[in-house]
């Protein structure tokens, strides 16, 4: 994750392992406080493992590839908006799981299927597909929130005008 709360969270869950010399599977510590934090605490491409158990002990993290794997790969992010959220990106993660009519099929159909596509295009370090796979998640991600009462957008304009660069540049680039 990227929010603060995300890499705070995996900074405090690593060191209260470190402190109480715990064997406890970090990322498991760090979603307890946030959901995006288990992935914070590897390095690499990581993926948030659903899990089964009724206790979430198997809902963790685990690293697909390390940092050093797709070197080429680089992120760049870019804030559009610095003040606080209206919506804490807890309360609008629990209004979409709560009531937005798309989360289920995210949950039980779109997020698997892309995992495997994903983990698949990483693995043949396959930017193309990699990229057509992140923003077709991204805008249903979107949706998701944006159909949760209340409406959940943390989009604003100059998030349009960037997507609406990247897609410009993709169809240029090929």
Known sequence: GMASSAAGLSA???ALAKLFNSPIDVSILARIGSGSACRSV?????KWNKGT????????????VDEAYWPEMQV????TKAEKKEISSTKGMRYAVENSPLMEGRINERVPERMAAISEAITKRDFATFGDITMVDCEDFRDVCKSSTPCVNYWTDKTEQIIALV???????G
Do not use: Y
């Not at 760049?76 to 804030?79: G, H, S, T």
């Not at 897609?167 to 680039?173: L, P, R």
């Open 12 to 14: 405090l869950a690593f």
């Open 42 to 46: 590897l390095g690499g491409f990581v």
């Open 76 to 79: 760049m992010c870019l804030v």
């Open 53 to 64: 158990q009724k206790d979430g002990t198997d809902c963790k993290a685990s690293q697909h």
């Open 167 to 173: 897609k410009a540049f993709n169809a240029h680039a």
